[in-house]
Nanobody, 128 residues
Framework: QVQLVESGGGLVQAGGSLRLSCAAS????????MGWFRQAPGKEREFVAA????????SYADSLKGRFTISRDNAKKLVLLQMNSLKPEDTAIYYC?????????????????????WGQGTQVTVSS
C-alpha cells in the first residue's frame, strides 16, 4: 500500500510558477514509478509527467515539455513537480499516482490505468 498527499497548489498569475509536492508513505514507494496527472473541470484526467523509480528517466506530455519538471527524493519519499510559465489552461486539480505493479527502474508509465494509488489532489488556478 502507498498513501499519497499532494500539496503546493494555489492561485497564481499567468507566467508565474508553482512547485507541487507529493508526500508518500509505504514500503513500495522506492520501487514505484511516480506520475502526475491533472483534471480540469468537465475534462478527463490527463497525463502530465512521470519519473522512473531509479530517477534516471522522465516523461512529459508533449504540450508541457520545457515548462514542467518532475523529480523525486526517495530518501524523503517525495515527488515534486516544478511548473513554470504557467498558463490559464494549466488550471486543474493535480494528482500524483503510484503503482503496485512491477516496472523496470527506467520505466515511466504514462497511462492512467498504470497507476493504482492516488492522492486527494491539489488545486492549481492560473489567472489571466
Amino acid at each position: 500500500q502507498v498513501q499519497l498527499v499532494e500539496s503546493g497548489g494555489g492561485l497564481v498569475q499567468a507566467g508565474g510558477s508553482l512547485r507541487l509536492s507529493c508526500a508518500a508513505s509505504g514500503r513500495t514507494f522506492n520501487i514505484s514509478p511516480m506520475g502526475w496527472f491533472r483534471q480540469a473541470p468537465g475534462k478527463e484526467r490527463e497525463f502530465v509527467a512521470a519519473i522512473s523509480w531509479g530517477s534516471s528517466r522522465t516523461s512529459y506530455a508533449d504540450s508541457l515539455k520545457g515548462r514542467f519538471t518532475i523529480s523525486r527524493d526517495n530518501a524523503k519519499k517525495l515527488v515534486l513537480l516544478q511548473m513554470n510559465s504557467l498558463k490559464p489552461e494549466d488550471t486543474a486539480i493535480y494528482y500524483c499516482g503510484a503503482t503496485s505493479r512491477y516496472y523496470s527502474y527506467t520505466s515511466t508509465p504514462i497511462e492512467l490505468s498504470n497507476y493504482d494509488y492516488w492522492g486527494q489532489g491539489t488545486q492549481v488556478t492560473v489567472s489571466s
